[in-house]
């Protein structure tokens, strides 16, 4: 699956902070979710793993406000407005290397290949020990992004060429 949530699912069981933290995992199931919980039910991980599936916005803006970090070594993102989303809500941020995720995120994350395990699970223990001025150069960052912004630019450059 493009979300990459069984190479997220190995390593968080491969950090330090699966001994004392939950990954939360929230959204649709997308293709290739059978090997997922396929490795879910093998391994009894209820205990360490809550899956949630699709949440309304405010069981959302929940798991934003209670998370200690934002795990999103994804394989392909668009542009990825939940980065933006977890930057407004102070989150240190884990993110993969490919698609545009690295371009979105401004060099305000921590940046890994989504193939590697390893690298994953250091990346999630990196995320318990961030610097909370990164934390504000992240948030200050993520300002700059609104729907508002959008509107102004867009109608700037059609202003431009009209």
């Known amino acids: 699956t493009r979300k990459n949530s069984l190479n997220i699912l190995k390593g968080f069981l491969a950090s330090n902070a699966s001994k004392t933290h939950k990954l939360v995992f929230a ?14 039910n093998r391994n009894t991980l209820e205990d360490k793993v809550k899956i949630m599936g699709y949440v309304s916005d405010e069981e959302l803006q929940s798991l934003y406000f209670n998370a200690s970090g934002f795990v999103f070594p994804t394989l392909y993102e668009g542009f990825g407005i939940p980065i933006l989303e977890a930057m407004n809500h ?13 371009e979105v ?28 001025n990164r934390l504000d150069e992240a ?3 993520a300002q700059k992004f609104s729907w508002e912004n959008t509107i102004k630019q867009t109608g700037k450059i059609y202003s431009d060429l009209f």
Do not use: M, R
């Not at 959204?27 to 879910?40: Q, R, T, V």
């Not at 395990?117 to 223990?125: L, M, Q, R, W, Y």
């Open 27 to 40: 959204g649709k199931n997308g293709l290739g979710s059978y090997l997922f919980y396929d490795f879910f």
């Open 90 to 102: 102070k989150l240190p941020i884990l993110i993969g290397s490919l698609g545009a995720s690295a």
């Open 105 to 132: 995120a401004g060099g305000h994350a921590h940046v890994v290949h989504p193939f590697d395990i390893n690298a994953i699970a250091t990346g999630i223990d990196a995320l318990l020990d961030y610097d909370k």
């Open 139 to 141: 948030f200050a960052y």
